[in-house]
């Protein structure tokens, strides 16, 4: 069999590997391509995800971002193909590493031959830099990234049982700038000077009020040079529908994940003004929206942003078609070679579900199982789409098929990683336990079998011994910023509060401007009544964070104590400036104007 394998390509190795029914064939295949192929992309991408089946968290980012630089290097006629490589290669950073990689992912960013790719590759670093403080690196990044499409907003509207997506509001009767339309609770109209996030996320959660089950649209005008093709696309947490010029383009009913530039829709622009709008449909947990205008093969397309009311001219032209969740999978099968059908799949399923479309995924799945019902890897992935949709049964008895081929548990720590969370959910914790402690001694210097039974032993609120695991895993692996996180929220849940304050910040000194950074050093500052430092610290954390209402709550606080009540108050009024509806802003300026005496008020 070795033999065999040493005579195939590049991308036939990959699809002997993705297509395997044992380990040692993965094994077997892997030990190949790295002596064939050694610098290959694909062999790092293998390595990659076979370091997720080891549950080696550095290697697999070490290794994705290996296969990026070979296909700058030397493959960039399929550097197309490395999408499912980012996320990998953001996976987990040691602290020790962290200048190394980032000096890397910039690189890349400069020289990457696939410009949707290296947007998406900028936008991740641009985070990184956020978090971190880091001015040069956020401008750079900003540059590949390209102009985000501003938004004009308004909301909220009735979403109740997801139903308001097909319920036709005003904003889809007509763009009216000063209009003003009864909405959820209030009148409410269309608003384009709220703050901006320095990310470029628009954040619902913080913009309006209600936002469960709720709907909001994003709606713009732009001017373009001459009629042509183009690409709008779109990042999104929720359901959505989307029109170019009054026609319906776009509708999903199912989105619930984010993906950058997770929806690339083809669309014809005519020459002069258009009008794009996008309509929201938050159900619960995180609501956001981004949108970029790019030519078709992503590149910058140059436009003018225009006035919400600008006339758009009548244009004769085909109505284009409604696309779908379908749509998408379709794009994303279309990234990769049609030469290895089940490195497509396993590919395709993970972006699938990095977008949150669960059912989508869950129908792939089928269609993937029809052929490859062998394959480890597919297996693994139609088990987590059949659990995320609530169908335990098929989940349960495909998850026990694969525990079983493991013959040795120090194979694969993933795969009994996946065996003992579903043990642990159907209340079988002492068989899963069990299990925990065989890797353990089958692995006994893995940081991960230690990790993986602490959170066994913490979800049972055994403080004290998940601890003592948790520093045995420190002790295998100091650099990973997991564990140190798990050990300080570990230490504060048995009262050994210096230990994890000093921890907190050894972990946040990578990432100054983190809000929970700032949120920890106002509460130091605010013991030590030092109000100077409270205001200052909510200063920095309005000019970082300018769309999160808890960074303007820091700075009023801070100016409430330091008795400056007029600059509280005007603090409060730029609260409402981010959400002229935030019950936030109102419940303590009522607090503060019964302390003033001014009851009325």
């Known amino acids: 069999k070795s033999v065999a394998l040493k005579s195939l390509s590049s991308i036939e190795l990959a699809e002997q590997y993705y297509s395997a029914s044992d380990l040692e064939t993965m094994d077997l295949v892997l030990k190949t391509i790295k002596e064939s192929w050694p610098n290959h992309p694909l062999r790092w991408e293998l390595e990659s995800?076979?370091?997720?089946?080891?549950?080696?968290?550095?290697?697999?980012?070490?290794?994705?971002?290996?296969?990026?630089?070979?296909?700058?290097?030397?493959?960039?006629?399929?550097?197309?193909?490395?999408?499912?490589?980012?996320?990998?290669?953001?996976?987990?950073?040691?602290?020790?590493?962290?200048?190394?990689?980032?000096?890397?992912?910039?690189?890349?960013?400069?020289?990457?031959?696939?410009?949707?790719?290296?947007?998406?590759?900028?936008?991740?670093?641009?985070?990184?830099?956020?978090?971190?403080?880091?001015?040069?690196?956020?401008?750079?990044?900003?540059?590949r990234i390209g102009q985000l499409l501003p938004l004009n907003i308004i909301g909220t509207w009735d979403n109740d049982q997801g139903k308001g997506l097909d319920i036709p509001y005003p904003p889809e009767k007509e763009f009216n700038s000063t209009a003003q339309?009864?909405?959820?609770?209030?009148?409410?109209?269309?608003?384009?000077?709220?703050?901006?996030?320095?990310?470029?996320?628009?954040?619902?959660?913080?913009?309006?009020?209600?936002?469960?089950?709720?709907?909001?649209?994003?709606?713009?005008?732009?001017?373009?040079?001459?009629?042509?093709?183009?690409t709008l696309r779109i990042s999104t947490t929720d359901p959505i529908k989307v029109w170019i010029n009054e026609s319906l383009v776009f509708t999903s009913a199912r989105i619930n994940g984010w993906l950058?530039?997770?929806?690339?829709?083809?669309?014809?622009?005519?020459?002069?003004?258009?009008?794009?709008?996008?309509?929201?449909?938050?159900?619960?947990?995180?609501?956001?929206?981004?949108?970029?205008?790019t030519k078709t093969n992503g590149a910058p397309l140059v436009y003018e942003v225009k006035s919400l009311d600008t006339p758009i001219p009548p244009v004769q032209s085909t109505i284009p078609p409604i696309l779908d969740e379908s749509f998408i999978t379709q794009q994303f099968q279309s990234r990769f070679s049609a030469e290895a059908p089940a490195r497509r799949d396993f590919h395709t399923?993970?972006?699938?579900?990095?977008?949150?479309?669960?059912?989508?995924?869950?129908?792939?799945?089928?269609?993937?199982?029809?052929?490859?019902?062998?394959?480890?890897?597919?297996?693994?992935?139609?088990?987590?789409?059949?659990?995320?949709?609530?169908?335990?049964?098929?989940?349960?008895?495909?998850?026990?098929?694969?525990?079983?081929?493991?013959?040795?548990?120090?194979?694969?720590?993933?795969?009994i990683e996946l065996q003992t969370r579903f043990w642990s959910q159907q209340r079988l914790d002492v068989k899963a336990r069990k299990v925990a402690r065989e890797l353990i001694e089958k692995r006994p210097k893995d940081a991960f079998s230690y990790t993986h039974l602490s959170n066994m032993l913490k979800n049972k609120g055994w403080h004290e011994e998940s601890c003592m695991l948790l520093y045995k895993a420190e002790r295998l692996d100091p650099s990973d910023r997991r564990i140190q996180s798990k050990l300080a929220k570990c230490e504060k849940n048995i009262a050994r509060h210096a230990r994890s304050n000093i921890r907190y910040q050894r972990i946040w000194s990578h990432y100054p401007k983190l809000t929970t950074?700032?949120?920890?050093?106002?509460?130091?500052?605010?013991?030590?009544?030092?109000?100077?430092?409270?205001?200052?610290?909510?200063?920095?954390?309005?000019?970082?964070?300018?769309?999160?209402?808890?960074?303007?709550?820091?700075?009023?606080?801070?100016?409430?104590?330091?008795?400056?009540?007029?600059?509280?108050?005007?603090?409060?009024?730029?609260?409402?400036?981010?959400?002229?509806?935030?019950?936030?802003?109102?419940?303590?300026?009522?607090?503060?104007?019964?302390?003033?005496?001014?009851?009325?008020?």
Not at 542 to 549: C, E, F
Not at 558 to 574: C, I, M, P, S, Y
């Open 517 to 601: 950074t700032f949120e920890e050093q106002y509460r130091k500052a605010r013991l030590a009544r030092d109000t100077s430092t409270m205001i200052a610290i909510g200063e920095e954390c309005v000019k970082a964070w300018p769309q999160r209402s808890q960074c303007y709550l820091l700075l009023a606080r801070g100016l409430w104590d330091a008795e400056r009540t007029v600059e509280a108050l005007n603090t409060l009024n730029a609260l409402n400036m981010l959400n002229p509806l935030s019950s936030l802003a109102y419940k303590q300026r009522g607090e503060w104007l019964i302390v003033l005496g001014d009851q009325e008020g």
């Open 49 to 143: 995800v076979h370091a997720q089946l080891m549950k080696d968290t550095a290697h697999v980012s070490l290794a994705a971002l290996n296969a990026l630089e070979a296909y700058m290097n030397g493959y960039q006629s399929s550097a197309h193909e490395a999408w499912p490589l980012m996320p990998r290669a953001l996976y987990t950073w040691p602290s020790e590493a962290q200048a190394d990689f980032t000096h890397r992912l910039h690189q890349l960013i400069q020289g990457y031959p696939d410009q949707p790719l290296q947007a998406s590759m900028a936008w991740s670093a641009r985070h990184i830099a956020h978090f971190s403080g880091d001015k040069l690196g956020f401008a750079r990044s900003s540059e």
């Open 349 to 415: 399923l993970h972006l699938l579900e990095e977008s949150g479309l669960k059912v989508e995924r869950l129908k792939y799945s089928e269609q993937v199982a029809q052929r490859f019902p062998n394959s480890i890897w597919l297996k693994v992935s139609r088990a987590t789409a059949l659990w995320e949709n609530g169908e335990l049964g098929q989940a349960a008895d495909i998850i026990a098929q694969l525990f079983k081929l493991v013959k040795d548990k120090a194979q694969a720590p993933y795969l």
């Open 181 to 230: 339309y009864q909405g959820k609770l209030t009148k409410v109209q269309w608003r384009s000077n709220y703050p901006k996030d320095l990310r470029g996320k628009i954040n619902f959660n913080e913009l309006l009020s209600p936002t469960r089950w709720q709907i909001a649209y994003g709606a713009n005008v732009i001017s373009v040079r001459e009629a042509g093709n183009a």
């Open 260 to 293: 950058f530039d997770g929806i690339s829709l083809p669309v014809k622009f005519h020459k002069g003004a258009n009008s794009i709008l996008i309509k929201s449909a938050q159900q619960t947990g995180g609501w956001m929206l981004t949108a970029r205008v």
